[in-house]
């Protein structure tokens, strides 16, 4: 079992930058590909970005590519969504998960986090 919390999100002006935080509960946290997902109001879920488990592969929705850095650290069991250049379109509930395979499919995922709110104003 994972739990996972995120946090990190707010309210930010277009062009800014917002740095997100998914902490993973157990000791397991290494043998996980992690992704971040978001949804925003109306909208189905969407995939945003995908570490795998030693943080040496990484993909990302042509959408944020060039904007967002995923990057991992399994000592303190943490992923994170550095996300700069921020737009109005990418407000948005965001979700980390746990997958023991690395995918963009958020059918794939086995653990979910409760989400953390990103709204970026104009």
């Known amino acids: 079992q994972v739990q996972l919390v995120e946090s990190g999100g707010g309210l930010v002006q277009a062009g800014g930058s917002l740095r997100l935080s998914c902490a993973a509960s157990g000791r397991t946290f290494s043998t996980y590909t992690m992704g971040w997902f978001r949804q925003a109001p109306g909208k189905e879920r969407e995939f945003v970005s995908v570490?795998?488990?030693?943080?040496?592969?990484?993909y990302y929705a042509d959408s944020v590519k060039g904007r967002v850095t995923i990057s991992r650290d399994n000592a303190k069991n943490t992923v994170y969504l550095q996300m700069n250049s921020l737009k109005p379109e990418d407000t948005a509930v965001y979700y980390c998960?746990?997958?023991?395979?690395?995918?963009?499919?958020?059918?794939?995922?086995?653990?979910w986090g409760r989400g953390t709110q990103v709204t970026v104003s104009s």
């Open positions: 570490i795998g488990r030693d943080g040496s592969r990484t």
């Open positions: 998960a746990a997958s023991q395979i690395t995918t963009t499919r958020s059918n794939s995922y086995d653990y």
